[in-house]
Nanobody, 119 residues
Framework: QVQLVESGGGLVQAGGSLRLSCSAS????????MGWYRQVPGKQRELVAD???????NYSDSVKGRFTVSSDNAANTVSLQMNDLKPEDTAVYYC?????????????WGQGTQVTVAS
């Protein structure tokens, strides 16, 4: 299996920046895609941004131009640089990985990290 450990997050004023990082560990796995989702109470978890092992990126319309997702395939890490943060970006952010291992295709989630943007 794969375990994801997140770091970063916290409280920031509107217009500020934060950086989230996530590291994947385990045995005999191959990452296909890593990315970030977010969730606020009472709403569904939504995709923020993801990146494939080939470097193809995908962003939600609400963060395009403000957030940048990047990865280090050799280290199995993904980062999310968040600039010009807005109060509506406040949420719990979850790292996600789609990977192949001996049992086939699977998905892993991090424990979540709180991002709070004060107006």
């Amino acid at each position: 299996q794969v375990q994801l450990v997140e770091s970063g997050g916290g409280l920031v004023q509107a217009g500020g920046s934060l950086r989230l990082s996530c590291s994947a560990s385990g045995t005999s796995f191959s990452i296909l895609t890593m990315g970030w989702y977010r969730q606020v109470p009472g709403k569904q978890r939504e995709l923020v941004a993801d990146i494939t092992s080939g470097g193809y990126t995908n962003y939600s319309d609400s963060v395009k131009g403000r957030f940048t997702v990047s990865s280090d395939n050799a280290a199995n890490t993904v980062s999310l640089q968040m600039n010009d943060l807005k109060p509506e970006d406040t949420a719990v952010y979850y790292c996600n990985a789609e990977f192949m291992w001996s049992a086939g295709l699977n998905t892993a989630w991090g424990q979540g990290t709180q991002v709070t943007v004060a107006s």
